[in-house]
């Protein structure tokens, strides 16, 4: 039965796509008719350059992580068809795990189907009436989904909002919560490793710095600072010079450059760790990591171990493009991370201008309203490690007909 087209949803669902129709924002999906690389087939367009893929390290079709998920399946078939608590954990799953901790440098570390998963897990289960959440204004919707699940789970856990990477702004919120007498709890403050959508870094350093001063604990959801940034990959603490350990928890994705499936983590401390296994929703009523992703991902971190070179071509290629960028006119933000947003402003254009790019072979999504701000549209460039000099060359070339 389909529901009548004169019934209110049907209407109401009508106008607002063909409103966005109208505005020139609504999105197609590209169909992508084979494996991601530094180039992919796209339905109607062929084989283009692919510029807007979390394929940090060029793993996603690394043979090794290929084979690691086909051995997963063929060991385990497809799954326990259970959440974990009754009977799905497999032994990859906490294999995986603790070589997530020993990544991050955590005393251990605990896996969802996704870094959205984790992030609507770490703040319900372990924030209590009494704490307060201070959040980075641009943090992650993750985070902030997962921050609103929180408060409105438990009453009297309190949330405010610091100005984007503005350290005033995260002491005058820090002494304002320790004065509150509310606030009985746990201070807790969490920022983007890399910020997705500026490909800015937070002031780290600092962060844990009033961190420490206020005695507040520090979450960092660093999904595309691992593997990422850092001499060896580590995540934006390696980057700034900082252990893992000096950050408190961490949350993050497999499906970016560890490997690019799917999946996310926590990581912290082994007590807190045990609390998101007794407590947390995703884990009590949601099923486990596929199995082939527990092998394949676990694969990309030995890989990512194992050949730190990548990561330092994944830098030359991001100094490169950022160059060329930069050369043809067009203004990119100034940061060591592979996320190169050209801000262009109206949704409209950001639409029409990857459009263009796709016609001239260049896959570059760009990304509006509600992604980002109003007014701030923008083409997101994405640089990985599997890119060649002629990759990055037919990139800037396209750009330049703009
Ligand atoms: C900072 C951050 N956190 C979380 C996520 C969600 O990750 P996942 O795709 O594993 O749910 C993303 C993905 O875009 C992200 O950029």
């Avoid at 529901?3 to 209407?11: G, L, M, N, R, V």
């Avoid at 990477?165 to 919560?177: F, V």
Wanted: charged share 25%; proline share 4%.
């Amino acid at each position: 039965m389909t529901i009548a087209t004169e019934h209110a949803f049907a209407a109401r669902t009508n106008a607002i796509l063909a409103d966005l129709q109208d505005k020139g924002e609504y999105k197609r999906l590209q169909m992508i008719e084979g494996p991601m690389g530094p180039t992919v087939k796209l339905r109607d367009y062929g084989e283009c350059l692919c510029f807007c893929s979390n394929n940090y390290l060029g793993l996603a079709n690394h043979p090794e992580v290929v084979e690691a998920g086909l051995q997963g399946i063929r060991d385990f078939g497809a799954g326990t068809a259970s959440v974990r608590f009754i009977c799905g954990s497999f032994s990859p799953h906490e294999r995986l795990e603790s070589r997530i901790a020993q990544l991050m440098d955590q005393e251990a570390s605990y896996t969802f189907v996704s870094c959205w998963n984790a992030n609507e897990a770490i703040f319900p289960t372990l924030c209590d009436p009494g704490d307060i959440i201070i959040s980075d204004e641009l943090n992650h919707a993750s985070i902030i989904d997962g921050i609103r699940l929180a408060t409105s789970i438990k009453k009297g856990i309190h949330k405010t909002v610091y100005k984007h990477a503005d350290m005033n702004s995260l002491r005058e919120k820090l002494e304002t919560a320790r004065a509150n007498p509310d606030v009985s709890g746990v201070i807790w403050v969490v920022t983007d490793g890399v910020f997705s959508m500026e490909g800015d870094l937070p002031p780290l350093p600092e962060i844990r710095a009033l961190c420490t001063e206020f005695d507040a604990l520090l979450i960092v959801d660093d999904s595309h600072g691992t593997g990422v940034m850092g001499e060896t990959g580590r995540g934006v603490h390696e980057h700034y010079g900082m252990k893992g350990a000096e950050i408190d928890f961490f949350t993050g994705t497999l499906g970016k450059a560890l490997g690019g499936g799917a999946g996310g983590f926590i990581a912290g401390p082994k007590n807190a760790i045990d609390l998101i296994v007794q407590r947390g929703r995703p884990t009590l009523f949601s099923n486990a990591l596929p199995v082939t992703v527990a092998y394949s991902a676990d694969k990309a971190i030995e890989i990512l171990m194992r050949e730190p070179e990548r990561v330092q071509k994944l830098r030359d290629n991001v100094a490169k493009a950022r160059e060329g960028i930069r050369k043809i006119g067009f203004d990119c933000l100034e940061s060591p991370t592979a996320i190169c947003p050209i801000i262009v402003g109206e949704t409209s254009k950001a639409i029409s201008m990857s459009k263009r790019l796709l016609e001239l072979g260049v896959f570059v999504i760009g990304f509006g309203y509600p992604v980002v701000p109003e007014g701030e549209a923008r083409l997101r460039v994405q640089i990985s490690a599997a890119h060649e000099s002629s990759h990055i060359d037919g990139l800037i070339n396209a750009l330049s007909k703009l």
